[in-house]
């Protein structure tokens, strides 16, 4: 048995490919285009596992697709593969209309071909499971209750936007055609392996390096943080046990204003890696706010609970310390992600700086 992951070299999918890995028996075939947020160091820890077939390209190429589903026989899909930085969609949305609708699109037109002929017990179990965000619901008012799976879908930027046409496309394969789709909606994750542009690591980065650390706006954006890991057991538990055609909303309840996570991080470093220059807090500079940028998210994660049992087993106080304990001591991971490319984007977009999400 084998399951098929798009994306698992980027930050949510290689910490998914590593749990996976680590928790069940099952291979995993894992396609990823090696974009500039793709890091194959990030799934060191498999390389000598024959059970991780790493394989470089697009998900846009139907054929490759077809040969991959035909050749390994996977009985799900884990679709993360996306262009996913809001600033980045900003500046170029057409990459984004590419790999998040057309690839998902591509996706969807061969797990369909291959899923129609299975015998009736593959067919039975198969499952196509599409991650997507909470961004496609739009913004929430100070007061307003969290996101349910009801909400209205008001996307306010290229990349939310064109993730809610994938999550669109998912929900049409399933009700015309009844490929066995299953949709997870999840808030602001952070963890090991995130690549240097969101703001927790770059909080991190930049400080270290004594930079600084730019915040959009007054930086009272309020988001809901998911530590990875809980979001990695959740997308497990959505795929043994979620009901065909629905959507889960996985999130963290924690929701914390930007400024404040960068107050956090900067305290924490403080005690764990203090400057000769002084508190890192210093460092902090507002910056004018990006455009249409959305000032709350909030997850309402109770039906995962409810029908699931899924809850998050982190608090932020303990995903946040072992974030910053794993960026401490992977520095060379962090070098080598930050590369030409990278620091060209940053000049050009940030002068230099870095972003908010």
Not at 59 to 84: K, M, N, Y
Not at 114 to 138: I, N, P
Not at 197 to 205: A, F, H, S, T
Request: some cysteine; glycine content about 10%; proline content about 5%.
């Amino acid at each position: 048995m084998a399951i098929l992951v798009t994306g698992g070299a980027g930050f949510i999918g290689a910490n998914f490919v590593l749990d996976w890995l680590a928790c069940t028996d099952e291979a995993v075939v894992n396609l990823d285009k090696l974009t500039y947020a793709g890091n194959l160091e990030s799934l060191a820890p498999v390389v000598d596992d024959g059970r991780h077939r790493f394989v470089a390209g697009d998900i846009c190429d139907a054929q490759l697709v077809g040969r991959l589903l035909e050749t390994h026989r996977p009985r799900s899909i884990v679709h993360f593969a996306a262009e996913s930085h809001v600033d980045r969609s900003i500046r170029g949305p057409g990459e984004f209309v590419r790999t998040n609708i057309e690839g998902t699109y591509t996706l969807l037109e061969c797990a369909r071909a291959y899923w129609s002929g299975l015998d009736t017990g593959a067919k039975d179990a198969f499952r196509f499971l599409h991650v997507s965000t909470d961004e496609v619901y739009g913004s929430l008012a100070p007061d307003a209750p969290p996101f349910a799976e009801t909400h209205a879908y008001e996307p306010n930027s290229p990349y939310s936007a064109s993730k809610a046409a994938s999550d669109h496309l998912a929900r049409a394969w399933h009700q015309t055609y009844g490929l066995p789709v299953l949709t997870t909606n999840c808030s602001n994750n952070y963890g090991p392996f995130q690549f240097p542009e969101k703001l927790i690591p770059l909080v991190i980065v930049n400080a270290l390096a004594g930079k600084p650390l730019p915040v959009y706006g007054d930086g009272r954006q309020v988001r809901d943080w998911l530590y990875v890991g809980d979001h990695c057991a959740a997308i497990r538990t959505v795929l043994a046990s979620g009901r065909i055609g629905e959507t889960y909303n996985v999130g963290g309840w924690n929701e914390i204003a930007n400024i404040d996570i960068v107050h956090t991080v900067c305290r924490l470093l403080d005690g764990l890696r203090p400057s000769s220059a002084g508190p890192y807090e210093q460092l902090i500079r507002f910056v004018a706010d990006r455009p249409g940028h959305d000032r709350r998210y909030a997850i309402d994660a109770r039906k995962i609970e409810r029908e699931l049992g899924w809850r998050p087993a982190e608090t932020f106080d303990s995903g946040i310390a072992k974030t910053l304990r794993w960026y401490l001591d992977h520095g060379d991971w962090v070098g080598h992600v930050q590369s030409g490319a990278y620091r060209e984007w940053m000049a050009r977009h940030y002068d230099g700086a870095g972003s908010a999400p």
